[in-house]
């Protein structure tokens, strides 16, 4: 099974005394292996299995046996994970009352691995070396809840273990004062990365000033998260080191961020709710930790960062929070940068006086990360050039052409062409086709093209391409109703506009990936508006294989559906948006419009206009099925249909899928019209 945290914690409440002391006593033995389950979840599960009176066996642990000092010898090659792990700590550490397992002498987890437990805690070992031994996550954090107590081991070797960032953590955690204020102090060195030993003993000891992690003498030797782990612990209580190459930093912090789950590299420096470090003499590599550390604490909140960049603002040392090099004209931090890096980054640029050319490109940043951004660069008072965005030129009005296609300037991007767009005159060809915009930016593009309050809109631009970009919803509604309503616009993702406008396209095909937001386009051009004007020449729109989904197929259904008034558009009478992304939602409304028309209108071009047709396996489902029993009501030359191997009511050959009939009743339906066919194999 795959339980996971949230099915751990229901089993915590069933096993835990409830405010009437009510919960279930009886359960003596439970397995719960192999769930997934970890983190404070994991650790609470392991109290309450410990404090739980009748439970004997947990994970395949004989905890009773484990109670009563019964078990000398420990042999658990049963895949307990981390959880199992922590119940085992549990169980080896004092409580408060000073209660422990200690009887055991040794414990196996991983195959041929026996962990030396009652040597360590009678400090009869100085040197441990468990290199290429397979351990995991689980034999680390066993090492760690013994090595608290230890004071004899020198040296610890676990090259080319598996032991995770749940490991490391445990390691770190032996080496860091508990609430008693115990921990390891005899530890010199632990190796975690072949051949290169993380100076411990040294760095307690305050013996180096200097710890050279840079490129060419560390990060070739293959630095990982675990190293940086520990790394991080001892740095915390170290008073002598003044200078850790920037290469260094940036390898710990690269690390982090090769990670699924956050690192702490300052220790418990930002654990509070307010941390003055101005004045400091912070250096980049001090920057580099402490941003790390930033993004994921939760107690600085707000004020976390404007502490750092109070500290950058009044110190004389330090110069970026965000690794950027004194007096640098241009950076690229493409691809490489979380959400949370940008809000260090955003507060920077306000002292930043240097910076010219910036480019954040296709980082994922989205919401008020992406916002806050946007306007630091805006407000920038040296900024020309902005994910590849001419933003200087712009503002002088010397571009007329801006093709920006496939370069992934993302939301922030969006929002400042958007803002620029308002007062620029010049540009009339935008191309952001594939550039991640999503709604947000389409949304800044749809205000900087319609007129505001005060009639202030872009009325240049009369060429706009923003296909493959997530455009959905309310934005590529506003998109194109901006798109209509705008004077000068003619082309509209690869749509002629002005001509849809002028009545002057009789067919139109569109194998352009138009999106939803081109079918809205197109939609509210063949829709009668308030004063009843609408296209009324188009009689064939060809839309196959244009990414539209649902959103898409729902606008144009409207345009062949009678509105309040009794208009709706007649002259079109074939409609292909086959080969989409059309589910069905979309193929009912459309399906539904046209038999509201009262006139035919083809729904998969001419896919049946032949005599045989054959879709074997071509992973058909209902909404296909829909769209073919439309056109075949109509059709008078097909004579063949093979339609097996598919899902065309909603469910796999093995049972896969969720059952619909309405595809496979709507071809029953059609097929009560059509007079053609002869021969159809639904098998």
């Given amino acids: 099974n795959q339980i996971g945290p949230e099915g751990a914690n229901a089993l915590v409440v069933a096993i835990t005394p409830n405010a009437k002391r009510l919960f279930n006593r009886s359960l003596n033995t439970l397995d719960i292996c192999d769930n997934g389950i970890t983190g404070e979840a994991a650790r609470q599960l392991a109290e309450v299995v410990l404090a739980h009176p009748s439970m004997k066996v947990f994970n395949k642990i004989q905890m009773q046996d484990l109670k009563d000092d019964k078990v000398t010898e420990l042999d658990l090659n049963n895949d307990i994970r981390d959880k199992g792990a922590k119940a085992l700590v549990a169980a080896l550490t004092p409580n408060a009352e000073g209660v422990f397992n200690g009887s055991l002498n040794s414990i196996t987890i991983t195959k041929g691995v026996e962990l030396p437990i009652g040597a360590l805690r009678r400090n009869e070992l100085t040197e441990l070396n468990f290199s290429r031994k397979g351990l995991g996550p689980e034999d680390a954090i066993i090492l760690g809840a013994v090595l608290v107590f230890n004071t004899s081991l020198n040296t610890l070797d676990l090259d080319d273990n598996k032991i995770g960032a749940e490991g490391a953590k445990a390691l770190a955690a032996a080496l860091t004062p508990n609430e008693q204020g115990v921990f390891n102090t005899s530890l010199n060195s632990i190796t975690i990365t072949k051949g290169v030993e993380l100076p411990i003993g040294a760095l307690r000891r305050n013996e180096l000033t200097k710890l050279n992690f840079s490129r060419k003498n560390f990060s070739r030797k293959g630095l990982g998260p675990e190293d940086a782990i520990i790394l991080g612990a001892v740095l915390v209580s170290n008073g002598s080191l003044n200078t850790l190459y920037l290469d260094g930093a940036r390898a710990l912090v690269d690390a982090v961020k090769q990670r699924n789950a956050p690192i702490k590299l300052c220790g418990n420096l930002l654990d509070v709710e307010a941390r003055n470090l101005s004045s400091e003499g912070l250096k980049p590599e001090d920057a580099l930790l402490l941003a790390n550390d930033l993004v994921f604490n939760g107690n600085l909140e707000d004020d976390g960062c404007a502490a750092i960049l109070a500290a950058l603002e009044q110190s004389d040392t330090l110069t970026s929070v965000c690794g950027i090099p004194p007096h640098a004209t241009e950076i690229d931090l493409s691809g490489c940068l979380r959400p949370e890096d940008m809000e260090l980054l955003a507060g920077e640029l306000v002292f930043n006086g240097s910076l010219n050319t910036l480019d954040i490109c296709n980082n994922g940043i989205t919401g008020e990360t992406a916002r806050r951004l946007f306007e630091a660069v805006l407000a920038h008072r040296s900024m020309k050039v902005f994910n590849k965005i001419q933003m200087q030129d712009l503002k002088d009005d010397k571009v007329t052409e801006l093709d920006l296609s496939g370069t992934k300037i993302g939301v922030p991007g969006a929002l400042v062409l958007g803002r620029l767009l308002v007062s620029n005159g010049s540009l009339k ?41 997530n455009i959905t919803g309310e934005a590529a509604e506003l998109l194109a109703e901006a798109m209509l309503a705008h004077p000068s616009m003619k082309v509209f993702n690869k749509i002629q506009m002005q001509d849809l406008k002028d009545d002057k396209v009789t067919e139109l095909d569109l194998n352009n990936r138009i999106g939803d937001e081109g079918a809205k386009a197109l939609a509210v051009a063949l829709t009668p508006n308030e004063e009843g004007v609408f296209n009324t020449s188009m009689n064939t729109l060809d839309l196959y294989d244009n990414k539209i989904g649902d959103e898409g197929a729902k606008a144009l259904a409207v345009a062949l559906t009678p509105n309040a008034m009794g208009l709706f558009n007649t002259s079109l009478n074939a409609l292909n948006v086959w080969g989409n992304a059309v589910h069905l939602e979309g193929a009912l409304a459309l399906a539904h419009a046209v038999k509201q028309r009262g006139a035919p209108v083809k729904l998969c071009g001419s896919l049946v206009d032949v005599e045989e047709l054959h879709l074997r396996n071509k992973g058909l489902e209902s909404e296909d099925a829909l769209l073919l029993a439309n056109d075949l009501v109509f059709n008078g030359s097909l004579n063949t ?31 009560a019209f059509n007079k053609s066919l002869n021969t159809v194999n639904l098998a």
């Fill in 429 to 469: 060809t935008l191309d952001l086709n594939s550039n991640n915009i999503g709604p947000e930016g389409a949304k800044a593009l749809a205000v900087a093209l319609t007129p505001n309050a005060e009639g202030v809109f872009n009325g240049s631009l009369s060429t706009l391409d923003v296909r493959v970009n």
């Fill in 641 to 671: 249909l093979n339609l097996q191997d598919n899902q065309l009511c909603g469910m796999a050959r093995d049972g896969n899928g969720m059952y619909d009939a309405r595809g496979v009743k709507a071809l029953a339906d059609a097929l």
